[in-house]
């Protein structure tokens, strides 16, 4: 199994980390190598043409946070979410909101998890954020495992 041995570090956008992944109620564990690999900013047409209107659309920028997973341990993950412990930071120290888009997908960033996670699967996955107009992403953290309180973190560079 792997350790959450960069649990409240500060990684480089793009390093990758082992983390120890579990969900919940079901107690399913297992381990993940978890890379932020991008953010990027969105725009509103694009979640418009996925049928996507956030109520805040004049007051918010839409950022899309690319995440690779692969699964390193011992067995497959059922429907797992890996994408849902995804969080957006912004310059002033604010978790950004996610945006739950349900069963749409915004094509220019694709987010759906895998229903099964098999040993040595590798996938890629976007999740869209609404930050405030004129604040930045700071910090992406992701947090599961035992320690969810000290997340990892990657630092965003301009």
């Not at 067995?75 to 912004?90: I, Q, V």
Request: aromatic share 6%; proline share 7%.
């Amino acid at each position: 199994m792997a350790a959450d041995s960069d649990g409240g570090k500060t990684l480089r956008l793009g390093e990758p980390t082992s983390v120890t992944y579990k969900r919940g109620s079901d107690h399913m564990r297992g381990a993940l190598r978890v890379t932020a690999a991008s953010v990027r900013k969105g725009t509103h047409a694009e979640l418009r043409a996925a049928d996507v209107e956030p109520s805040d659309i004049r007051t918010t920028q839409p950022y899309y946070v690319t995440m690779t997973f692969e699964n390193t341990g011992e067995s497959s993950l059922h429907y797992p979410f890996l994408n849902t412990p995804t969080g957006l930071e912004d310059t002033n120290g604010v978790d950004d909101q996610p945006l739950i888009t349900g069963d749409t997908e915004v094509t220019a960033c694709p987010g759906k998890d895998p229903d099964d996670f098999a040993v040595g699967a590798k996938v890629s996955l976007c999740k869209v954020f609404l930050v405030p107009n004129g604040i930045r992403p700071s910090m992406v953290t992701y947090s599961t495992g035992d320690d969810t309180k000290r997340p990892v973190s990657w630092r965003v560079t301009r």
